[in-house]
């Protein structure tokens, strides 16, 4: 595990919210030395997941800053495609991407982050090119890509599919591991390969995985 301190890494959390897009993400940061906490739009009223988990926030959007936070996750939600609840969250993404700290969305996120034109200017996936089109105030289908993942400078995007590929994206846009470790460790997780194996325990054995 790496000694150097990092800033920690926000989990947006809001009812509906999708648990098994991080799970993989959010896992292995802690792991790396990463502290996870969890932002809410209310920090005093637990939130409810697609899969029927309680969550109490750690605190509230108005009062993150992208100066103290390393990454913001931002996961897919019944809730995005019901009307504007969780807008602010998208706000709160263009707030970081203007400061350079990274964003990561997947899944539903992603069509709010398409909304807010924040996808117009910037290489992206989504769950499939169609889903974003029907967003209003989409502009930015010449730069759909099809692909797991994408990551452009400090916007990662998914599919909802695609929860180790979208964790391969942040470990790589942070530096969590090293080129070929996290190739293995992609190989092990996403194709099951056991080939990979070895080579993870050789990392955690020299402290890097």
């Known amino acids: 595990m790496s000694a150097t301190p990092h800033r ?25 030395g990463y502290e996870v906490r969890t932002v809410a ?21 108005a009062d993150l800053r992208p100066e103290d936070s390393s990454l913001l996750i931002l996961t897919g ?5 019901t009307g504007d609840d969780l807008a602010p969250f998208a706000e709160k993404a263009r707030e970081f991407l203007a400061a350079g700290v990274p964003v990561a969305a ?9 909304r807010a034109g924040l996808l117009d200017d910037r ?14 105030g989409y502009g930015g289908a010449e730069r759909y890509v099809e692909a797991d993942a994408v ?19 942040v470990f790589a846009r942070l530096g969590v591991y090293k080129p070929d470790v996290l190739d293995a460790w992609y190989r092990l997780f996403h194709d ?8 993870l325990m050789a990392a955690a054995e020299a402290g890097d995985a």
Do not use: K, N
């Open 123 to 136: 290489p992206h996936t989504s769950g499939a090119s169609f889903y974003l089109a029907g967003q209003p």
């Open 192 to 199: 099951s390969d056991a080939s990979a194996f070895p080579v």
């Open 151 to 169: 990551t452009a400078g400090d916007l990662i995007t998914a599919g909802p599919t695609e929860p180790v590929a979208f964790a391969r994206e």
């Open 106 to 114: 997947i899944c539903g996120a992603t069509a709010g982050l398409a």
């Open 8 to 32: 920690p890494v926000h989990l947006a959390v809001y009812d509906t919210y999708a648990d098994w897009e991080t799970g993989h993400t959010t896992a292995h940061l802690t792991q790396r």
């Open 77 to 81: 939600a019944a809730l995005w495609d």
């Open 41 to 61: 739009g209310d920090a005093d009223r637990p939130v409810t997941t697609m899969g029927g988990v309680r969550v109490l926030p750690d605190l509230a959007l």
